[in-house]
T-cell receptor, first 109, second 118 residues
Framework: EIVLTQSPGTLSLSPGERASLSCRASQSVTSTYLAWYQQKPGQAPRLLIYGASSRATGIPDRFSGSGSGTDFTLTISSLQPEDVATYYC???????????FGQGTRLEI | QVQLQESGPGLVKASETLSLTCTVSSGSMSTYYWSWIRQHPGKGLEWIGYIYYNGNTFFNPSLNSRVTMSLDTSKNQFSLKLPSVTAADTAVYYCAREHTWNRSFDFWGQGTLGTVSS
C-alpha cells in the first residue's frame, strides 16, 4: 500500500506570503494520478490540481503544483484570507487500495 | 455544471444497513467512475469505492467486503449500502465523480452525516 505523508501538519503564515505544502509517497506515484484538494470548514473538498501540476477549472493561478516520483508540492504564491483550509493530496495507483489521501495540512493565515 | 446530491437516513442503528443515494444533475453518467468517500469527525478522507458507468465496482479492502454499490443511469443515481454498521462507521459521506483518465475527483456532493446509534 502506498502511503502519502503530508507536511507540515499545520502551517501558519501571513497574507501575501508564499506557502509550500509537501506530499511524500512511500513509493513512486505516476504524476498523472496525483491531485490536490482544498477543504474549507463545513464544506466538501474542492479539486485544485490534477496530474500533479494542472489547475482545475476556475482555480486561481496563485495555486500551482509540482513534483514527480515520491515528492510533490502544492504552492500558493500569495496567500489570501480565503485560503484558510485543510489541503489534501490524493493518489491513484493500480495497487490496493486504489485511491488514498494524505492526512492533510491545515493552513492558517 | 455537474451537481451531486447525497440523500438517505442520517441516523442508523448499530448492526443495521446504511443506505445512501447520490443524484447527479446535468450530464451523462457515461465514461466516468462514481465514487463514495467518507470523512470521520475531525479526520481525513477515506475512499470507500467506485462504480463505473458499466456497473463494474471496486472497493477499499479496509471495509472488509461489506460495501455494495449500484447504479441507475435512467435516474442518474448511484447508491451505497453498508451493512452491519458500528459506531466506527459514523462519518460524513460524500459522493463524487471520478475522472476516467487522471482519477481525480472533480465534482463532489455537499456530504451527508451518517450517524450510527447504539
Amino acid at each position: 500500500e502506498i502511503v502519502l505523508t503530508q507536511s507540515p501538519g499545520t502551517l501558519s503564515l501571513s497574507p501575501g506570503e508564499r506557502a509550500s505544502l509537501s506530499c511524500r509517497a512511500s513509493q513512486s506515484v505516476t504524476s498523472t494520478y496525483l491531485a490536490w484538494y482544498q477543504q474549507k470548514p463545513g464544506q466538501a473538498p474542492r479539486l485544485l490540481i490534477y496530474g500533479a501540476s494542472s489547475r482545475a477549472t476556475g482555480i486561481p493561478d496563485r495555486f500551482s503544483g509540482s513534483g514527480s516520483g515520491t515528492d510533490f508540492t502544492l504552492t500558493i504564491s500569495s496567500l489570501q484570507p480565503e485560503d484558510v483550509a485543510t489541503y489534501y493530496c490524493q493518489k491513484y495507483n493500480k495497487g490496493v487500495p486504489l485511491t488514498t489521501f494524505g492526512q492533510g495540512t491545515r493552513l492558517e493565515i | 455544471q455537474v451537481q451531486l446530491q447525497e440523500s438517505g437516513p442520517g441516523l442508523v442503528k448499530a448492526s443495521e444497513t446504511l443506505s445512501l443515494t447520490c443524484t447527479v444533475s446535468s450530464g451523462s453518467m457515461s465514461t466516468y467512475y462514481w465514487s463514495w468517500i467518507r470523512q470521520h469527525p475531525g479526520k481525513g478522507l477515506e475512499w470507500i469505492g467506485y462504480i463505473y458507468y458499466n456497473g463494474n465496482t471496486f472497493f477499499n479492502p479496509s471495509l472488509n467486503s461489506r460495501v455494495t454499490m449500484s447504479l441507475d443511469t435512467s435516474k442518474n443515481q448511484f447508491s451505497l449500502k453498508l451493512p452491519s454498521v458500528t459506531a466506527a462507521d459514523t462519518a460524513v459521506y460524500y459522493c463524487a465523480r471520478e475522472h476516467t483518465w487522471n482519477r481525480s475527483f472533480d465534482f463532489w456532493g455537499q456530504g451527508t452525516l451518517g450517524t450510527v446509534s447504539s
